[in-house]
T-cell receptor, first 115, second 108 residues
């Protein structure tokens, strides 16, 4: 299995630009999570999907952030417009099940730098 | 919500033992996880505890006391490759919340 695949690995953009991060979960997994990691705040959950449906987006910082999961094998996280404080590593993770006991498998992350 | 505390840094010598403590407060509990994260890489799963007691897996062991809101990760026979950040994470209903991580440095 290829694991969770994220793209791009690195993204450098200018303030005000739109940024789209992509994630392909492990085949057969039905839960998908987007996390953001910074030195100051650690790993923060942004949004959680179960069976392609957003269950909890309370971690999304503000309206500039949006996430979609059009099918079981693809999700996007979009930031529009981007700001320097959005600079972080964004991880996508997936798991099988929704009973809370399943371990997460993380992608390699996208290092986002907003100048 | 969840509040998870763990030490920021620990240093130990190759071949030694290190214990990383984690205390938590949570409104719901569906298990406690430990993840390892090497610099510049993604977190990877180490262990899971949902019942009180010790879970052993090779050189790594994890302990849980639900009544005390306490866990520890024990790393034995430390190797240089064990230098990494160790993240304590608590699952409430479905949400897995992470502590800030403990950076372990193994010295020769």
């Amino acid at each position: 299995d290829a694991g969770v695949i994220q793209s791009p690995r690195h993204e450098v953009t200018e303030m005000g630009q739109e940024v789209t991060l992509r994630c392909k979960p492990i085949s057969g997994h039905n839960s998908l999570f987007w996390y953001r990691q910074t030195m100051m705040r650690g790993l923060e959950l942004l949004i959680y999907f179960n069976n392609n449906v957003p269950i909890d987006d309370s971690g999304m910082p503000e309206d500039r952030f949006s996430a979609k999961m059009p099918n079981a094998s693809f999700s996007t996280l979009k930031i529009q417009p981007s700001e320097p404080r959005d600079s972080a590593v964004y991880f996508c993770a997936s798991s099988l099940g929704d009973r809370g006991r399943e371990k997460l498998f993380f992608g390699s992350g996208t290092q986002l730098s907003v100048l | 919500g969840q509040n998870i505390d763990q030490p920021t840094e620990m240093t130990a010598t190759e071949g030694a033992i290190v214990q990383i403590n984690c205390t938590y407060q949570t409104s719901g509990f569906n298990g406690l996880f430990w993840y390892q994260q090497h610099a510049g890489e993604a977190p990877t799963f180490l262990s899971y505890n949902v019942l009180d007691g010790l879970e052993e897996k090779g050189r790594f062991s994890s302990f849980l006391s639900r009544s005390k809101g306490y866990s520890y990760l024990l790393l034995k026979e430390l190797q240089m490759k064990d230098s990494a950040s160790y993240l304590c994470a608590v699952r409430g209903d479905y949400k897995l919340s992470f502590g800030a991580g403990t950076t372990v440095t193994v010295r020769a």
